[in-house]
């Protein structure tokens, strides 16, 4: 078994969980606490990529990210590559895939801490950042990190989007989704079957640990 | 903060907050001096509103709130003072523990964090100590029972050298039995500090018992104020 495209799933997917964790818990956080114009949009935009299409998804992608796009362009002249075709737009796709996750998860546990806990902090002399990180976020931490092992599992498999934005090139944005898919095609079955049970026990691994954690439980 | 570090400061509050539909659902206008003033009414009488107003944690749809010369609040110049900043030791009716922390975590976290650590804890303890409690620093809160969370939250009230004190429905989490306990303790404390406690009830008997001032409320308005003798009648 090649091991590369193994090793390219992995190292894409924890940057992007990465990225959905910082991204996702702000946006959480600004869905959750305050109500703004737009937050309805907002939250339909986040969540569109766990119900559209990969290929609508990826075209839209294409067209925002792509070579002539504003993004695209400005993203090339600082970095000297391209985002689409590359493995940075394998990460974009496994970003997209992991985001909702992520936000969902959080937002809803951060709802779910009691407000009389947060305003006790406020009487007790913490400003709003100290609230936040020292009582609101560990109250949330379970709920939080069950959201971030979803997206890590989502963007591990990604394989739609993937495929529109970053392409199959063997070698530079062929992950192991896409190795299956290109090894079941050719009939060299058995060169797929290892990541195949690699994929499988990460995914069952994964839903086993997330189900502990969101278990009902006090926190402590 | 005020500059006289000798006689208890009052506390102000006017505030009137309107319902959606119309009409009031608050509408007083009250000062509360050190000692133990209670706030008795049936539910739904505003009685947690206006504390939620002291605090800052409700907003008033006009009101002006002072404690001593410092305005906490003024909707009329649109100014409002922090809750963090106003020093205030809410004791909520569900506690508002951090479940996350142990008793001395929950303790040290309103100590001036000025203080190193080790001095904090060690003052921490002393509060634990002093409301009984000593021997839960290292628990968590959902190992407490109703008396000890209660001790727990009033010894962290306590340990921030608060400015005024609110106690919402305190007497709900605990036994029978340890009703009169918490009512020394809650007297020790407000006679110690010398600041205002003001604390919440529905029930004439706990008002009773422990108030040294009454403001009745009902329907959002306060219809009697003086000495808990003359407006609960009976005696103490």
Redesign the interface.
Known sequence: MDAAPLVLSLHVAFIATLLATVVGVALAVLLARRSFPGRDVLDVLITAPMVMPPTVLGYYLLVALGRRSFIGKTFESLTGESIVFTVTGAIVAAFVGALPLVVKSARASLEGV?E??L?????????PLR?FF??HL??AARGISAGVMLGFARSLGDFGVTLMIAGDIPGETQTASLAIYDAIQARRESEALGMIAILTGAAVGILYVVNKLTARR??? | MSADGGAADALAVRARVVRPGGGFELDVDLTFGAGISVIFGPSGSGKSTTLGVV???VKPTTGRVTMGADVWLDTDRRAAV?????????V?Q?L?????LSALGNVT??MDRKTPAAEREKKAQACLDRFRAGHLAKR???TFSGGEGQRVALA?AFA?TPRLVLLDEPFSALEEGLRAEFADDLRAFARELSIPVVLVTHDRGEARAIADHVVLMDKGRAVASGPASQILGGSR
């Open positions: 009691d009389t806990i305003f006790a902090a406020r009487t007790l002399g913490a400003g609230t020292m009582v560990p109250l006090d926190v402590g | 605090a800052g944690i922090p809750i963090e900043r106003r020093r205030i030791a809410y909520f569900s508002g523990l951090f479940p996350h976290f309103g968590k809160p959902r962290r921030m």
